[in-house]
C-alpha cells in the first residue's frame, strides 16, 4: 500500500525489516544500546558484530527515549542503522506519544541530514514495550506525513510490518489519511 506526500512514497509493506534494500533501517532498541529481542536482536543477528562495536565505542551513554542516533549496517543491504529509544508504555499518560513521535522526526531528521533517500521503519515500541499498535500507528504514520509535507524528504518512508495484525492496523489509519 503506498500514498503519495509532496512528491515523496509513504509505503507500508509487510516482511522482514532486515532484508531491505534502502539507505536507512531503523532499530527498535533500548536506551543502553545493548541489543535485545525482537527486532533489535533480528537486526544485531543479521548485521553482525560490528554494530554492537559501534554502539558501544561511539554511543557509551546510549541514547535518550524519544530519539536515535546512526551506525553503519554491517553485513546488512542498508547503508545505515538508526537505533530509535521508543517509550515503554504505561498507559498513555507518561509522555509516550510525544516521545513516539520524537523517535520517528529524529530519524528522518537524520537521514535528511546524511541525504539519504530511502527509510525502512518498524513498528517502533509496539512488541515488548506494549503501545496499543492501533495508537502507535495513528501516531507514527501522522508525524512521518507531517515531516515530508514540510521537508518533501525523503523520497521514500517505509513501514516493514510483521505481523498481520500490524499491518492491518497501518493500512486502516493510512486508508483513513487519504479519506
Ligand atoms: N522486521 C520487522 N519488524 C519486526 C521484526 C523484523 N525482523 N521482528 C520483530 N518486529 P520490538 P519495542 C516487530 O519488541 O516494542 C528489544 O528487546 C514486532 O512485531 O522489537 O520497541 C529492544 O532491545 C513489533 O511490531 O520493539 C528493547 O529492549 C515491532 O517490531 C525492546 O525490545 C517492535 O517490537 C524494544 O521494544
Not at 4 to 29: H, S, Y
Not at 108 to 132: C, D, H, M, N, R
Request: hydrophobic share 40%.
Amino acid at each position: 500500500m503506498l500514498i503519495t506526500v509532496e512528491d515523496c512514497q509513504l509505503e507500508l509493506v509487510q516482511g522482514d525489516i532486515t532484508r531491505q534494500e534502502v539507505d536507512v533501517i531503523v532499530n527498535a532498541a533500548n536506551s543502553d544500546l545493548a541489543g535485545g529481542g525482537g527486532v533489535d536482536g533480528a537486526i544485531h543477528r543479521a548485521a553482525g558484530r560490528s554494530l554492537i562495536e559501534e554502539t558501544s565505542r561511539e554511543f557509551p551513554d546510549g541514547c535518550p527515549t524519544g530519539s536515535a542516533v546512526p551506525t553503519s549496517a554491517g553485513d546488512l543491504p542498508a547503508q545505515f542503522v538508526f537505533h530509535a529509544v521508543g517509550p515503554i508504555w504505561r498507559g498513555g499518560g507518561d509522555g509516550e506519544e510525544d516521545l513516539l513521535r520524537g523517535c520517528y522526526r529524529r530519524c528522518l531528521e537524520l537521514a535528511v541530514e546524511k541525504g539519504l533517500e530511502s527509510v525502512a521503519f518498524p513498528a517502533i515500541s509496539t512488541g515488548v514495550y506494549g503501545y496499543p499498535v492501533d495508537l502507535a500507528a495513528e501516531t507514527s504514520l501522522d508525524e512521518v506525513r507531517r515531516f515530508l509535507e514540510s521537508s518533501a524528504r525523503p523520497s521514500l518512508v517505509r513501514f516493514v510490518l510483521f505481523s498481520d495484525g500490524h499491518f492491518g492496523a497501518h493500512a486502516r489509519v493510512l486508508e483513513e489519511m487519504v479519506g
